[in-house]
């Protein structure tokens, strides 16, 4: 059973540039998370899909933008990006339940 | 709004010694999770232990327990016995609980460096 993927690994992009980091969630999980983690922070919770549709929302622009497929993946877009979006982006997925399950993250550098 | 508060940046030991990680938050909520993660070099972020709040006895998981004080808001983590591969950023997360809403997001606190030496 594969756990949660995602793509690419890492990616390098300039500013004003946009981006589209996807995950997959581990088999029968139906909620993604992602979170945004900084050099040396914690990571920042910046949205919730569910069915579909975004659950919850953290602190963070309309910039950061996403959707659900129907096969529960999950895509993270970023507009018009700045040099403070540069981080580990990760994706979790959960079943029903408290859980969280993290994928291997993407390291995203805007130069 | 939660907040999680984790006092000490690094931390290192010698293999075999035990070690303890702090973590305080502040929540006005009665029901929630806690919960400790790993995560290496490798960057993937690994559960080690996970604590109810509604159960006054201490989740155990191996080598890993907690010392969870409700009305103080602190919940510490102890590795015993610690080996090389324990050598990580641990973070110390909050989630409400929510009935029949599913998973909610998860706050973490600012991470603790640990080294474990040979």
């Known amino acids: 059973d594969a756990g949660v993927t995602q793509s690419p690994t890492h990616l390098i992009k300039t500013r004003g540039q946009q981006v589209t980091l996807r995950c997959s969630p581990k088999s029968g999980h139906d909620t993604v998370s992602w979170y945004q983690q900084a050099l040396g922070q914690g990571p920042q919770f910046i949205f919730q899909y569910y069915e579909e549709e975004e659950r919850q929302r953290g602190n963070f622009p309309d910039r950061f933008s996403g959707h659900q497929f129907p096969n529960y993946s999950s895509e993270l877009n970023v507009n018009a990006l700045l040099l403070g979006d540069s981080a580990l982006y990760l994706c979790?997925?959960?079943?029903?339940?408290?859980?969280?399950?993290f994928g291997p993250g993407t390291r995203l550098t805007v130069l | 709004a939660q907040t999680v508060t984790q006092s000490q940046p690094e931390m290192s030991v010698q293999e075999a010694e035990t070690v303890t990680l702090s973590c305080t938050y502040d929540t006005s909520e009665n029901n929630y999770y806690l919960f400790w993660y790993k995560q290496p070099p490798s960057r993937q972020m690994i559960l080690v232990i996970r604590?109810?709040?509604?159960?006054?006895q201490n989740a155990t998981e191996n080598r890993f327990s907690v010392n969870f004080q409700k009305a103080a808001k602190s919940f510490s983590l102890k590795i015993s016995d610690s080996q090389l591969g324990d050598t990580a950023m641990y973070f110390c997360?909050?989630?409400?609980?929510?009935?029949?809403?599913?998973?909610?997001?998860?706050?973490f606190g600012q991470g603790t460096r640990l080294t474990i030496n040979p």
């Open positions: 604590q109810e709040a509604y159960k006054q």
């Open positions: 997360a909050f989630m409400k609980q929510l009935l029949y809403q599913g998973a909610q997001k998860l706050v």
């Open positions: 979790a997925s959960s079943p029903e339940g408290a859980r969280q399950f």
